[in-house]
């Protein structure tokens, strides 16, 4: 399996207060992704990132930003969290765009109360 | 966008017994995967397969591209095989390799 690790791996945040996911890969992969994950919805393209530095929105980028600083971090925070951001958070690294199989992180679950 | 769609959407199977799940998708595809969430959440990699047949052990895939669909089969059920599997694809027209997931097959294989 692809190295790729997720932190934290559980956390529960009161409402209004900032928080950041971190992604940590070692396969030095170009393109990395957050997902989220709901019942009802599937899986969901929030933020992308195809280099460092590069990143660009996905699908449901709203009340979310991004930061690429090093090919191996890829930084997911919630500005001010609400409620509806509880969700499963799952990272990806794809070596190429498109053509290539993604792999995915464990995941982080957050809870917004 | 790209629309995916799988089926059947639940599958309850005895210990045993062999399966196929099915992955429609509507449009021209660089990339389709079939991943296994595990009861733990955690999303494994089964197949990368934008068209043709492979096979990993019990497990083996058909992409028909020219017909937009793919098949996951399940032969020799286990209790370990329980889970959502999902299939996922990056449509030609995406430039940035967005994979579109469908809603998955529930698998319950019972003792």
């Known amino acids: 399996d692809a190295g790729i690790t997720q932190s934290p791996r559980h956390k529960v945040t009161e409402t209004g207060t900032p928080v950041t996911l971190r992604c940590h890969q070692t396969e030095n992969h170009r393109y990395m992704y957050w997902y989220r994950q709901d019942p009802g919805h599937g899986l969901r393209l929030i933020h992308y990132s195809y280099g460092v530095k590069d990143t660009d929105k996905g699908e449901v980028s709203d009340g979310y930003s991004v930061s690429r600083s090093k090919t191996e971090d890829f930084l997911l925070t919630l500005e001010s969290a609400t409620s509806s951001q509880t969700s499963v958070y799952f990272c990806a690294i794809s070596e190429a765009t498109g053509k290539e199989t993604q792999y995915f992180g464990p995941g982080t679950r957050l809870l917004v109360l | 966008g790209i629309q995916v769609e799988q089926s059947p959407p639940d599958l309850i199977l005895q210990e045993g017994a062999n399966s196929t799940l099915r992955c429609n998708f509507s449009d021209s595809v660089n990339n389709l995967q079939w991943f296994h969430q595990n009861p733990w959440g955690q999303l494994i990699n089964l197949f990368y397969?934008?068209?043709g047949t492979k096979q990993n052990g019990r497990l083996s895939a058909t992409t028909v591209a020219t017909e937009r669909y793919s098949l996951l089969y399940i032969s020799s059920s286990q209790t370990t095989d329980s889970g959502v599997y999902f299939c996922a694809v990056v449509g030609t027209t995406d430039s940035w390799g967005k994979l579109q997931f469908g809603a998955g097959t529930q698998v319950v294989v019972t003792p």
């Open positions: 397969i934008p068209s």
